[in-house]
T-cell receptor, first 115, second 115 residues
Framework: DGGITQSPKYLFRKEGQNVTLSCEQNLNHDAMYWYRQDPGQGLRLIYYSQIVNDFQKGDIAEGYSVSREKKESFPLTVTSAQKNPTAFYLC??????????????FGPGTRLTVL | AQSVTQLDSHVSVSEGTPVLLRCNYSSSYSPSLFWYVQHPNKGLQLLLKYTSAATLVKGINGFEAEFKKSETSFHLTKPSAHMSDAAEYFCVVSSLKGGRRALTFGSGTRLQVQP
């Protein structure tokens, strides 16, 4: 099956700890994205990557870090500097970087709760 | 700047009756517009996409949306609601932002379907 997988589905973290969320895709998509979703709100972009070994900050990057060492993988680390990390995190990918291929496809999400 | 306004945060319909979810957008040029659906604790699934080929766009599960440039609207409709349609729906506009393709999300409309 082709698709985007995120793990784990639920994640609990103590305050002050870093945690890494996994995102893997086997769609051979070039671009990958991380979004944060809070209750009653739309999605906000954290980081994105258009090619391997390159990534850019989105609208709310503070307290987060990413890497893109492989085309199929785009892990997100939530650091202790993120003041309010409890949220639902969604990973997405897109086939290319042109306007023609601007549809993004989403993974199932990871719900992070800080205790 | 691009923006999306979903006019209703909650919509409740009876099973078998029509569904109307309203969306207005602002864009400095002809945008790509999307509707995504999200079931509880799940990722987003693409319902349909407008790319200027036709103003009436048919999507999955019997949904369709009409692009009206004069009204800057992209409302989502379905002739007859099914219980499985209960979910959150997001209207999304794609635009160029800082040299990259970016999605701007509405705040979502929660659809309830009563038996």
């Amino acid at each position: 099956d082709g698709g985007i997988t995120q793990s784990p589905k639920y994640l609990f973290r103590k305050e002050g700890q870093n945690v890494t969320l996994s995102c893997e895709q086997n769609l051979n998509h070039d671009a990958m994205y991380w979004y944060r979703q809070d209750p009653g709100q739309g999605l906000r972009l954290i980081y994105y990557s258009q090619i391997v070994n390159d990534f850019q900050k989105g609208d709310i990057a503070e307290g987060y870090s990413v890497s893109r060492e492989k085309k199929e993988s785009f892990p997100l680390t939530v650091t202790s500097a993120q003041k309010n990390p409890t949220a639902f995190y969604l990973c997405a990918s897109r086939p290319g970087t042109s306007a023609i291929t601007d549809t993004q496809y989403f993974g199932p999400g990871t719900r992070l709760t800080v205790l | 700047a691009q923006s999306v306004t979903q006019l209703d945060s909650h919509v409740s319909v009876s099973e078998g009756t029509p569904v109307l979810l309203r969306c207005n957008y602002s864009s400095s040029y002809s945008p790509s517009l999307f509707w995504y659906v999200q079931h509880p604790n799940k990722g987003l699934q693409l319902l349909l996409k407008y790319t200027s080929a036709a103003t009436l766009v048919k999507g999955i599960n019997g949904f369709e949306a009409e692009f009206k440039k004069s009204e800057t609207s992209f409302h989502l409709t379905k002739p007859s609601a099914h219980m499985s349609d209960a979910a959150e729906y997001f209207c999304v506009v794609s635009s160029l932002k800082g040299g990259r393709r970016a999605l701007t999300f509405g705040s979502g409309t929660r659809l309830q379907v009563q038996p």
